[in-house]
């Protein structure tokens, strides 16, 4: 059973991973997304629009951006959540036409303004 474990490691992990439609469960994915630093976006006239994350993604290890743009009256409430999800170009099996990333997504806080 032992290399029967290692063998599901290696499916579940790496750029040969399928395509797993939308999953959200993976505690430790969160984290490392989550804790990524935010980068500053700023406009053509050097006006903060929005924020950005570039990490590989921890399941399939394709680079992954998640987006934050700068709202009114919602931005920067303390405790709000977007939604982080793989969005590589990369072939994943299984993938719906159309669709991007591995399909793991997770719910990260927010930028804070600096």
Same mark, same amino acid.
């Given at each position: 059973?032992?290399?029967?474990?290692? %063998? #599901?490691?290696? *499916? =579940?992990?790496? @750029? $040969?991973?399928? !395509? +797993?439609?939308?999953?959200? =469960?993976?505690? #430790? !994915?969160?984290?490392?997304?989550?804790? %990524?630093?935010?980068?500053?976006?700023?406009? @053509? $006239?050097?006006?903060?629009?929005?924020?950005?994350?570039?990490?590989?993604?921890? *399941?399939?290890?394709?680079?992954?951006?998640?987006?934050?743009?700068?709202?009114?009256? $919602? %931005?920067?409430? @303390? $405790?709000?959540?977007?939604?982080? %999800?793989? /969005?590589?170009?990369?072939?994943?099996?299984?993938?719906?036409?159309? /669709?991007?990333? +591995?399909?793991? *997504?997770? #719910?990260? *806080? #927010?930028?804070?303004?600096?």
């Amino acid at each position: 059973m032992v290399g029967g474990a290692k %063998a #599901e490691s290696r *499916r =579940d992990h790496g @750029p $040969e991973v399928v !395509w +797993c439609p939308r999953y959200y =469960d993976d505690v #430790e !994915w969160q984290k490392v997304v989550d804790t %990524a630093n935010w980068q500053t976006r700023l406009g @053509p $006239e050097g006006t903060l629009v929005g924020f950005y994350k570039q990490v590989p993604c921890p *399941r399939c290890t394709h680079d992954m951006v998640v987006h934050q743009l700068v709202g009114y009256s $919602e %931005a920067f409430i @303390p $405790e709000r959540t977007i939604t982080a %999800a793989c /969005d590589c170009n990369e072939t994943h099996e299984g993938r719906p036409k159309g /669709d991007q990333g +591995c399909g793991y *997504r997770t #719910e990260i *806080r #927010e930028a804070k303004e600096t």
